[in-house]
T-cell receptor, first 114, second 109 residues
Framework: NAGVTQTPKFRVLKTGQSMTLLCAQD?????MYWYRQDPGMGLRLIHY???????AKGEVPDGYNVSRLKKQNFLLGLESAAPSQTSVYFC?????????????FGSGTRLTVV | DAKTTQPPSMDCAEGRAANLPCNHS???????VYWYRQIHSQGPQYIIH???NNETNEMASLIITEDRKSSTLILPHATLRDTAVYYC??????????FGQGTELSVKP
């Protein structure tokens, strides 16, 4: 049971390049989320999904796209990377139980855009 | 979503109890209070959550006031490994965790 796995763990991009971050969960969780964290700040929600085939915008969605074609995977895409997107990206999944939601976070992807 | 207010930083002596306060005066009746922590840019780690009653688990205790407008996370015997940023989050029925700035707890020898 791996939990939430993020790929890759580190990446350096040149301005204007594109890339996709992959988040995979093996817990059959319905909900999935992408966050970014800049130095000295809390996590900010980029996009989220409440089920396979659905996505929604979070607090800071501009410059990112997402897809949830399979329940276990949530992809975050950067079409044209900018230095302002240098950040640590965290994926999370959650379920809804009798006592609220249970979240599991991945270990993060450190992205640098030069 | 109900907002939370936490002190930006706190110190605690190793072996003593760490009491981390959180104000959430606009909380609604069906919203849970969650506590997470983040150690040195690792992924956030769940600590505890509650609705109305006080809660305790192997990591911490959560004390929620009767009017639910504030809560306190208690780490009973803080160790150096408890040095982290602690986030108090009010979670509504929509289920999205929205993080604030948190409290940076430093446990000192």
């Amino acid at each position: 049971n791996a939990g939430v796995t993020q790929t890759p763990k580190f990446r350096v991009l040149k301005t204007g390049q594109s890339m996709t971050l992959l988040c995979a969960q093996d817990m059959n969780h319905e909900y999935m989320y992408w966050y970014r964290q800049d130095p000295g700040m809390g996590l900010r929600l980029i996009h989220y999904s409440v089920g396979e085939g659905t996505t929604a915008k979070g607090e800071v969605p501009d410059g990112y796209n997402v897809s949830r074609l399979k329940k276990q995977n949530f992809l975050l895409g950067l079409e044209s990377a900018a230095p302002s997107q240098t950040s640590v990206y965290f994926c999370a999944s959650s379920y809804r139980g009798d006592r609220g939601y249970g979240y599991t976070f991945g270990s993060g992807t450190r992205l640098t855009v030069v | 979503d109900a907002k939370t207010t936490q002190p930006p930083s706190m110190d605690c002596a190793e072996g003593r109890a760490a009491n981390l306060p959180c104000n959430h005066s606009t909380i609604s009746g069906n919203e849970y209070v969650y506590w997470y922590r983040q150690i040195h840019s690792q992924g956030p780690q769940y600590i505890i959550h509650g609705l109305k009653n006080n809660e305790t688990n192997e990591m911490a205790s959560l004390i929620i006031t009767e009017d639910r407008k504030s809560s306190t996370l208690i780490l009973p015997h803080a160790t150096l490994r408890d040095t982290a940023v602690y986030y108090c989050i009010v979670l509504n029925q929509g289920g999205k965790l929205i993080f604030g700035q948190g409290t940076e707890l430093s446990v000192k020898p």
